[in-house]
């Protein structure tokens, strides 16, 4: 079974608009983190939010807000007031474990497109 | 800055040859990891070293090697390229999650793009 699956391969949004970037994963681990990435087009990837899997209240960076949903192993992007510049690929991935060294699972990205 | 720094930025070679990409993790840092990004597609994960061990592969083709110094900065050799190797890399270094299992994310360097010809 795929750790990270993010089913939306294209996302349309109005400028000004939220959206939201939909994002499951898999795990039996009890400890785990989950992040979301963007990547422009120039390439760079762009560490966006982190969430814990022990965090109780859903992670939020300025216009970047985490929906983690712990039952349904959920943990969606919503990105509030859209701006031409989040047009951009962004990924789901996920760390299992608090041993050093882990490995990290992505998912395969959700290339968004914001409308001006 | 994600305090990643990877060198070349870019590269052009043809089928056959070998090449070298490099990666200096952020300070403090013990783990390094690959990835290989072909056109419009996803993170293919490659390798991971931590504190000079590898420790865990994935889809790395015989053609490629990896290895960590004792100073933690990483090589990866590609070798015997092929068109299909052109792709953009990107090493990531990441710190060790808290207790509590905070953090612990992955910094990416910006990446090296290969051109085979």
């Known amino acids: 079974a795929q750790k990270i699956t993010q089913t939306q391969p294209g996302m349309f949004v109005q400028e000004k608009e939220a959206v939201t970037l939909d994002c499951t994963y898999d795990?039996?681990?009890?400890?785990?983190?989950l992040f979301w990435y963007k990547q422009p087009s120039s390439g760079e990837m762009i560490f966006l939010i982190y969430?814990?899997?022990?965090?109780?209240q859903n992670a939020t960076e300025g216009r970047y807000s985490l929906n983690f949903q712990k039952a349904r192993k959920s943990a969606n992007l919503v990105i509030s007031a859209s701006q031409l510049g989040d047009s951009a690929m962004y990924f789901c991935?996920?760390?299992?474990?608090?041993?050093?060294?882990?490995?990290?699972?992505f998912g395969t990205g959700t290339s968004l497109t914001v409308i001006p | 800055d994600s305090g990643v720094t990877q060198t070349p930025k870019h590269l052009i070679t043809a089928t056959g040859q070998r090449v070298t990409l490099r990666c200096s993790p952020r300070?403090?840092?013990?783990?390094v990891y690959w990835y290989q990004q072909s056109l419009d597609q996803g993170l293919q994960f490659l390798i991971q070293?931590?504190?000079?061990?590898?420790?865990a592969k994935g889809n790395i083709l015989e053609r490629f090697s990896a290895q960590q110094f004792p100073d933690l900065h990483s090589e990866l050799n590609l070798s015997s390229l092929e068109l299909g190797d052109s792709a953009l890399y990107f090493c990531?270094?990441?710190?060790?999650?808290?207790?509590?299992?905070?953090?612990?994310?992955?910094?990416f360097g910006e990446g090296s793009r290969l051109t085979v010809l």
């Open positions: 070293y931590y504190n000079g061990e590898e420790r």
């Open positions: 990531a270094s990441s710190g060790p999650p808290s207790r509590e299992g905070q953090g612990g994310e992955l910094f």
């Open positions: 991935a996920m760390r299992e474990g608090l041993g050093t060294g882990n490995q990290f699972y």
């Open positions: 795990t039996s681990d009890p400890s785990y983190g």
């Open positions: 969430q814990g899997s022990y965090d109780q």
């Open positions: 300070s403090g840092d013990l783990s």
